[in-house]
């Protein structure tokens, strides 16, 4: 256990419509990032913050938008969903040393 | 589980035996690179990473070459076990702490 939390653990949704996925980090991380796993592309970075902040942004569509709280969690939105967002998310948070820990994974499913 | 990808290379190896897992990567300014361990139906674990002024490192039953002239990356696994049969990805950080993955090797370890 990466002590890395992510809800839900599996979404269906249908195609156009908005979905929130949420990450807690582990105890003491200030940084957060997603990241997309789809069977062609491999492993994606999409987008980090760190204490709130938007820090680095990867691959990221114009319809896909996160955010990180005061609390630290983090909500990752994807919106006007296609079938080709079907894919496994993760977060990721990271401690001052670099070392990133990821949680289990959103397994979203675009119907 | 998942599959984390149906066109992965595979290394197929005996129990008890060494596997050598290998990666080329793409950035030569890459300072930081990690070799991550992802079993079905799990978010990617942290194995053991190197820092580019190094060219060794080891861990347990674990060790990483660097070879910075010819940007490869290995990752060798001393006596695999069952419990090491999984998906590996190496990821170099560039540009921050923003990680690109390799596109991953699937070890099945034979009893």
């Known amino acids: 256990d990466s002590g890395v939390t992510q809800t839900p653990k599996h979404l269906i949704t249908a195609t156009g419509q908005r979905v929130t996925l949420r990450c807690s980090p582990r105890s003491g991380d200030l940084s957060v990032y997603w990241y997309q796993q789809s069977l062609d592309q491999g492993l994606q970075f999409l987008i980090q913050?760190?204490?709130?902040?938007?820090?680095a942004k990867g691959n990221i569509l114009e319809r896909f938008s996160a955010q990180q709280f005061p609390d630290l969690h983090s909500e990752l939105n994807l919106s006007s969903l296609e079938l080709g967002d079907s894919a496994l998310y993760f977060c990721?948070?990271?401690?001052?040393?670099?070392?990133?820990?990821f949680g289990p994974g959103t397994r979203l499913t675009v119907t | 589980g998942e599959s984390v990808g149906l066109h992965l290379p595979t290394l197929s190896v005996q129990e008890g035996d060494n596997s050598i897992i290998n990666c080329a990567y793409s950035?030569?300014?890459?300072?930081?690179f990690i070799w991550y361990k992802q079993e079905s139906g799990k978010g990617p674990q942290f194995i053991i990473d190197?820092?580019?002024?190094?060219d060794k490192r080891q861990g347990q039953r674990v060790t990483v070459l660097l070879n910075k002239t010819v940007k490869h990356l290995s990752l060798q696994i001393a006596a695999t076990q069952p419990g090491d049969s999984a998906v590996y990805f190496c990821a170099e950080n560039n540009a921050g702490n923003m990680l690109t993955f390799g596109g991953g090797t699937r070890l099945m370890v034979k009893p």
């Open positions: 990721a948070s990271s401690d001052p040393m670099d070392e990133q820990y």
């Open positions: 190197i820092r580019s002024n190094m």
């Open positions: 913050y760190y204490n709130g902040e938007e820090r």
């Open positions: 950035n030569s300014a890459s300072d930081y």
